[in-house]
């Protein structure tokens, strides 16, 4: 792989103000990738775009709420209209991880869930869709989803099954969508977000129970591990490569 495998090209990453968004969003300006940061709020998104062109990189915060069709759609005319093309959208963002059980489950939860993770997995899919067939064999969708999607997960019955519906719906594009020369994957990340920084500190145990379930006795970095995986997938090198998900999890789930 070239040292700049994206250069010239557009990505836009969902939230990308933090965590493994953000992880992703720098890895793809590292490969030389114009990058939108589409973050729900401007004071986590802006921050992460002046670091990356700080770098010398090139990257613009636009504020973006991938639950709302116009929001997501707005995001993909300022990008198209700033930069000149869309050939990779990356939907990261979520909201609604808390851990609960079925029988105490609120409308609120199942509500963000639902949201952020299907619906917005659909209309960053389908506004575009238009953008990435103009971009033909650059084009490029990448969901992100969780091993929990793949194995399920003890109390979070409602975060299983709509990242499973990501990896199912990135199955069915990629079919769809073959024929564009448009890939369309997943990732299931395991990696030290701020939210999985706050569970370390409520309960030190935790981090020592994750790391040894992997092989490599460590948890991901969201640049580093996950982020060189998007990379990789937005690249040429990963043309031949669709409708799969990629467990990056350092040796955790083993079961695909």
């Known amino acids: 792989m070239s040292a700049e495998p994206l250069a010239g090209r557009t990505a836009i990453v969902t939230g990308a103000g933090q965590g493994v968004g953000e992880g992703i969003a720098r890895a793809l300006a590292a490969g030389g990738a114009n990058v939108v940061i589409a973050a729900r709020r401007a004071e986590t998104g802006e921050p992460v775009a002046v670091a990356i062109r700080e770098r010398g990189q090139s990257a613009v915060c636009i504020v973006t709420d991938v639950t709302s069709r116009d929001s997501v759609a707005h995001c993909v005319d300022e990008t198209v209209q700033h930069f000149g093309a869309l050939e990779i959208m990356v939907h990261n963002a979520f909201r609604g991880g808390t851990p609960h059980r079925l029988e105490a489950l609120s409308q609120d939860l199942w509500e963000q869930n639902s949201r952020t993770a299907v619906w917005g997995s659909y209309y960053s899919a389908v506004l575009a869709f238009p953008h990435l067939r103009a971009a033909g064999a650059t084009g490029r969708l990448i969901l992100i989803t969780s091993p929990s999607g793949v194995e399920g997960s003890v109390n979070i019955p409602i975060y299983s099954p709509v990242k499973a519906a990501q990896r199912a719906m990135a199955k069915s594009l990629s079919r769809e969508w073959g024929a564009h020369g448009i890939t369309v994957n997943c990732i299931a990340p395991v990696a030290e977000t701020p939210a999985l920084v706050s569970a370390f500190e ?55």
């Open 202 to 256: 409520r309960n030190p145990v935790l981090k020592e129970r994750i790391e040894a379930r992997t092989s490599l006795r460590r948890i991901g970095d969201p640049e580093r591990d996950i982020g060189a995986v998007a990379r990789f997938l937005a690249s040429d090198d990963a043309g031949y490569v669709t409708g799969q998900t990629i467990v990056c999890d350092g040796g955790s789930f083993m079961g695909l």
